[in-house]
């Protein structure tokens, strides 16, 4: 896996060996996710959280781009460990929360300004979880949140709903908070 984009552009990450249940966006989908991000997000002056992280490649776009105020969640406690190692060792801003990302949702008591989550495509409330996070208050008054999905859900039925854009077998839903 590399990183795409900003000051450690090219930069291959050795992901951990083994069987680790995770999915990784393509590198194709993740570069068209960032060049409509990098049009649309002040990365030096905004915060992100990335639900679901996996092997966390999303907030090492972020942090390469100059995102100062990074959230990590996963379940996977090697994958959160990887986190917490990796960011220190790349010296970039990193919460890595270890646990179930609906409980930490229900009780986050701040707001992000832009929030990425790939959750399971099997996952039982994938289809309300648009709303879960737009009606939560986690998403900032002028943020945005893109939600990676299987082609076969489709979300511009929900409130907050603008735009879809596919890539491959992954569709990439992005919503405003507030509407």
């Given at each position: 896996?590399?990183?795409?984009?900003g000051?450690?552009?090219?930069?291959?990450?050795?992901?951990?060996?083994?069987?680790?249940?995770?999915?990784?966006?393509?590198?194709?989908?993740?570069?068209?996710?960032?060049?409509?991000?990098?049009?649309?997000?002040?990365?030096?002056?905004?915060?992100?959280?990335?639900?679901f992280?996996?092997?966390?490649?999303?907030?090492?776009?972020?942090?390469?781009?100059?995102?100062?105020?990074?959230?990590?969640?996963?379940?996977?406690?090697?994958?959160?460990?990887?986190?917490k190692?990796?960011?220190?060792?790349?010296?970039?801003?990193?919460?890595?929360?270890?646990?179930?990302?609906?409980?930490?949702?229900?009780?986050?008591?701040?707001?992000?300004?832009?929030?990425?989550?790939?959750?399971?495509?099997?996952?039982?409330?994938v289809?309300?979880?648009?709303?879960?996070?737009?009606?939560?208050?986690?998403?900032?008054?002028?943020?945005?949140?893109?939600?990676?999905?299987?082609?076969?859900?489709?979300?511009?039925?929900?409130?907050?709903?603008?735009?879809?854009?596919?890539?491959?077998?992954?569709?990439?839903?992005?919503?405003?908070?507030?509407?």
């Amino acid at each position: 896996m590399r990183i795409i984009g900003g000051k450690w552009k090219g930069r291959r990450l050795q992901m951990p060996s083994g069987q680790w249940p995770v999915r990784p966006t393509t590198d194709f989908a993740r570069e068209a996710l960032f060049n409509v991000l990098d049009n649309r997000f002040e990365y030096e002056a905004s915060s992100g959280l990335d639900l679901f992280g996996g092997t966390g490649v999303h907030c090492f776009e972020l942090a390469s781009r100059g995102c100062r105020d990074i959230t990590y969640v996963d379940r996977n406690r090697k994958s959160v460990a990887f986190m917490k190692r990796m960011a220190e060792e790349m010296e970039f801003p990193l919460t890595a929360v270890s646990g179930d990302v609906l409980k930490f949702i229900k009780k986050a008591d701040r707001q992000w300004d832009y929030i990425f989550a790939d959750p399971p495509y099997d996952m039982e409330v994938v289809t309300e979880f648009p709303a879960i996070v737009l009606e939560s208050g986690i998403l900032a008054p002028d943020g945005f949140f893109v939600l990676e999905h299987a082609i076969r859900h489709s979300f511009s039925h929900v409130s907050g709903f603008f735009e879809s854009r596919k890539y491959g077998q992954s569709v990439f839903s992005f919503f405003v908070a507030g509407s």
